[in-house]
């Protein structure tokens, strides 16, 4: 599953030199906010990634992580939808 309209920073790539430190950040952001409980998905229609996984929005006590991500500087907002 990947996140509807976000494209986040690369972590983990092929190419070491696409890896970038906000990557990391972006990615202890989301464990911090997500470890351990539950959270709503929304879909838009079934949309798949650019590497299958289903498009969705995620929401924890009813904030849009999609969203919270952008607001936090954590990621682009994009038209992920390939």
Do not use: C
């Not at 995620?58 to 991500?69: A, G, H, M, Y």
């Amino acid at each position: 599953m990947a996140l509807l309209y976000v494209n986040m920073p690369e972590l983990v790539h092929v190419y070491n030199k696409q890896n970038i430190p906000l990557g990391k950040v972006a990615s202890d952001y989301i464990e911090m906010r997500l470890k351990g409980i539950y959270v709503d998905l929304d879909f838009e229609g079934f949309f798949r990634g650019r590497y299958g996984g289903f498009l969705a929005y995620v929401s924890v006590d009813r904030v849009n992580l999609n969203l919270e991500l952008v607001k936090q500087g954590l990621s682009p907002i994009t038209q992920n939808m390939d």
